[in-house]
């Protein structure tokens, strides 16, 4: 690859750093809905119950959901932003049976969110899906 003055890889867009900060959070989010989860059956005492396994399944494939997000964004690929929005889509809707606090702070993720995961220096990255240095 040969460099130019922009400090960038030439067909290949440098992540914008709204990107790198959403990867690296949702890698954390995940990571730590996963840990969670495990945890959570571990620390159960008197035996897991079928709804206790239920719940913490669902973490766990959410939490999967986040990490892998983050993991393919920060390489550029563009499901991955898309995989990122239904995330927090779905936390909007299952915050509709939860306080309004939670519903609007999950709302106002998801606008945050889509804000810049398309803006357009983040589109840019987006587009080619093969950004990895």
Known sequence: MVKDDKLKFVGHEKRPIAVT???VLFVIVGLGGMIRGVWTLLAGRGGI???ALI???LVEITSLAALLSGLFMWRGTNWARW???AWMAFHV???L???RMRLIMHV???VVLTVVLFWPSASA???DGNNAP
Do not use: A, E, K, Q
């Open 125 to 127: 990255y987006f587009r």
């Open 83 to 85: 995989l990122c929005l």
């Open 93 to 95: 809707v299952i915050s």
């Open 21 to 23: 900060i959403v990867s």
């Open 108 to 110: 106002v993720w998801l």
């Open 55 to 57: 719940d913490v399944s």
């Open 49 to 51: 119950t079928g709804h």
């Open 97 to 99: 049976g939860h306080d």
